[in-house]
């Protein structure tokens, strides 16, 4: 797995967490990478990516204003503040070589990690 996340758990409303993904056994620094989410009966969903150069992100509506994604050398991060029960989900850190621009759309990537759990309890 090239891809490995990091800092998931449970959290109630309002709270925050920060999840990390670290690139392994290869570099990242060239790709496009992005957070998705799947929730327990829900498809997959993008929440937010980030520029090669980090120079550009892109966010899904319903985390504007609340999640930041950054990145350095090999890692990417996504801070989520003011967490809601509907953010539970587990989240995926995935990377592409293909395209230029953040996609929203999980095809264009072409690593993924294996996810990690984020619970929002009310």
């Known amino acids: 797995v090239p891809l490995v996340e990091s800092g998931g758990g449970l959290v109630q409303a309002g709270g925050s967490l920060r999840l990390s993904c670290a690139a392994s056994g290869r570099t990242f620094s060239m790709h496009v990478m992005g957070w998705f989410r799947q929730a327990p009966g829900k498809e997959r969903e993008f929440v937010a990516g980030i520029s090669s150069n980090g120079g550009r992100t892109n966010y899904a509506d319903s985390v504007k204003g609340r999640f930041t994604i950054s990145r350095d050398k090999n890692t990417v991060y996504l801070q989520m503040n003011s967490l809601k029960p509907e953010d539970t989900a587990v989240y995926y850190c995935?990377?592409?070589?293909?395209?230029?621009?953040?996609?929203?759309?999980?095809?264009?990537?072409?690593?993924w990690g294996q996810g990690t759990q984020v619970t929002v309890s009310s």
């Open positions: 995935a990377a592409s070589s293909r395209i230029l621009s953040v996609s929203r759309g999980e095809y264009d990537y072409d690593y």
